[in-house]
């Protein structure tokens, strides 16, 4: 702790957070026990957990990092990943390129981007970013998906009327 900042430090990285108004955290026994200072203060309240899973994403980050995998799903869509950036040929005129931020690395293995951080929030945001570039669509499935997630396929048109004749 320096003043308002927790710094949470591990063999990934340094990570740190401004710790809210009306939060305390104390060190104890190895473990970090967040409190309010006013109980049942509605404004607290919700910061209270909110730091909580802050500060356990942060050990988190620091001692395994984490990661999240997309997927590409289509005819003739590629990634690359080179140095610090992720080139994405997804059917448009022009391949995308998608620039790295400080702390995330890509990695692409047979249509799986795998991004991957210290940070969880800027894994995620990051991930985001990335699947809406061109999200998957709802007719053939093709575009960019999470690893596992389901995309709802729609039937299309449907057929002519059966026997019915135009006069």
Request: hydrophobic letters at 40%; aromatic letters at 4%; zero cysteines.
């Amino acid at each position: 702790m320096e003043g308002n900042k927790a710094k949470v430090s591990g063999p990934k990285g340094e990570l740190s957070f401004v710790i809210p108004a009306g939060i305390k955290i104390a060190v104890a026994d190895g473990q970090i026990v967040v409190s309010q200072e006013k109980k049942n203060d509605a404004e607290t309240n919700a910061l209270f957990g909110l730091t909580r899973s802050i500060l356990n994403n942060l050990a988190i980050g620091v001692m395994d990092g984490f990661e999240k995998k997309l997927e590409l799903s289509g005819v003739g869509y590629r990634a690359q990943a080179a140095g610090n950036t992720l080139t994405l040929s997804l059917g448009f005129s022009h391949p995308v390129v998608v620039k790295v931020e400080q702390g995330i690395t890509f990695a692409v293995n047979e249509n799986i981007i795998t991004i991957a951080g210290i940070d969880k929030a800027l894994v995620g945001n990051t991930a985001a970013k990335v699947r809406a570039i061109r999200p998957p669509e709802p007719y053939k499935g093709k575009g960019i998906k999470y690893v596992g997630e389901r995309v709802r396929r729609k039937v299309g048109k449907a057929a002519k009327a059966v026997g019915g004749t135009a006069k």
